[in-house]
């Protein structure tokens, strides 16, 4: 933003108001922007050669019959203001070719963009392909290979969808876009895989996209040619009916300043207890109980239906119908089970229950 913010005031600086009579009048009002339109803009007043298309766009926003570093200032205002995206498109692009179609993509839906660059970039050299040791070769040649992610995406929560790009490479998907697919948890994510390519069908990288990692939804997906057009893309993303996954409710314990993710359990407590949070967050004391309990007070009571149970740290248990347990070590008796603490976070437990009462806050994620 900050760079943006100084390329506006060099354009402020140099470029007096442009006149674009013929272009389209503005309609702020309807105006929906993206990155690209930025970009356009940014580039016409720059003076940058520009496409025949921008004749047709809405971008002059303060509507006083020019385009100038104002209309600029307002496009990203409308850009900040504009409510978030739970659209991802991720791709990886060597000669610029999927990424004319990611762009495509990224303008009509507005989506969030992220582009998978290589730790160590692809040089000429490495994509020749004619040369058998190439290095894209020799990748594709083997199944294995994890080519390293430059700036690997710190997390793929805010996303339910995500249109995944990439150039065809010997009739598959690059492997670095493998390294992509195993490095984050699509299970509850729509992908939708698109494709560059000199000939070749998307089909067997859809394939391996859909046998490699647990993915909640795969529609088809699409392979344009390098010339294809917006209009050829728009057509494309008309036509996808995206399915709605159906998302697990996540609970979520803080304990002094630290969160702890918990899934519930199968049972009518823990229903119940969904429920009961879904009004909003409860805060329990909980008390130290022979050394590997932590135990308190609900402030309902839910549906027993106890078991004789050994518990294991991370174990969530309804104890009488009444109080919540929350395990950091083993014991056997009788409970309700009310979920079960994420495995990553239960190293967590013995330093944050160890000792002492606690004060923990539930919620719904
Ligand atoms: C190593 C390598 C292998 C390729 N293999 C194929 C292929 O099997 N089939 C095909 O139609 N095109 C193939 N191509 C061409 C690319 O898929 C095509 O140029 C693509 O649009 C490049 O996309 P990009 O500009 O986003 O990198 C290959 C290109 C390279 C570099």
Not at 51 to 63: F, M, P
Not at 357 to 364: G, R
């Amino acid at each position: 933003m900050r760079v943006l913010t100084m390329i506006t005031a060099a354009i402020m600086a140099v470029v007096s108001p442009i006149s674009c009579e013929s272009m389209k009048k503005a309609d702020a009002e309807t105006g929906k922007y993206t990155i690209q339109d930025v970009r356009e803009l940014q580039d016409f007043l720059l003076g940058k050669p520009a496409g025949s298309g921008l004749k047709d766009k809405a971008y002059d926003l303060d509507g006083d019959g020019k385009w100038t570093a104002y209309d600029l200032c307002l496009m990203k205002q409308t850009l900040a203001d504009a409510p978030d995206t739970d659209v991802l498109v991720a791709y990886f692009s060597r000669t610029g070719n999927t990424e004319k179609i990611a762009e495509h993509i990224i303008s009509i839906t507005g989506a969030d963009s992220y582009v998978i660059n290589a730790a160590v970039p692809y040089t000429d050299a490495d994509i020749r392909y004619q040369d058998d040791n190439c290095r894209a070769n020799k990748e594709q040649n083997d199944k294995m290979v994890r080519p390293e992610i430059a700036e690997p995406l710190e997390s793929l929560e805010k996303y339910d969808v995500i249109y995944l790009g990439y150039p065809i490479w010997w009739g598959e998907e690059p492997r670095i876009i493998d390294t992509f697919l195993e490095s984050g948890d699509l299970s509850d994510k729509v992908v939708i895989p698109f494709c560059t390519s000199g000939s070749s069908g998307i089909a067997r990288s859809e394939k391996n996209i859909a046998e490699l990692v647990p993915i909640g939804a795969q529609p088809a997906g699409r392979r344009f040619a390098a010339s294809a057009s917006e209009s050829d893309v728009q057509k494309w993303i008309d036509g996808i009916t995206i399915p709605e996954i159906k998302k697990e409710s996540v609970m979520k314990i803080s304990v002094n300043g630290t969160e702890l993710r918990a899934s519930f359990a199968d049972t009518k407590a823990a229903q119940e207890l969904k429920e009961k949070l879904s009004s909003g967050p409860v805060t329990l004391e909980l008390g130290e109980y022979g050394g590997f309990e932590k135990v308190g007070k609900l402030p309902w009571t839910l549906s027993r239906t106890d078991e004789k149970v050994s518990t294991e740290a991370g174990d969530i248990m309804l104890y009488q119908g009444n109080q919540m347990t929350i395990f950091y070590n083993t014991n056997s008796w009788s409970y309700t089970r009310l979920g079960v603490i994420d495995e990553a976070d239960r190293a967590k437990l013995p330093e944050l229950f160890g000792s002492g009462d606690v004060t923990v806050t539930l919620s719904l994620d």
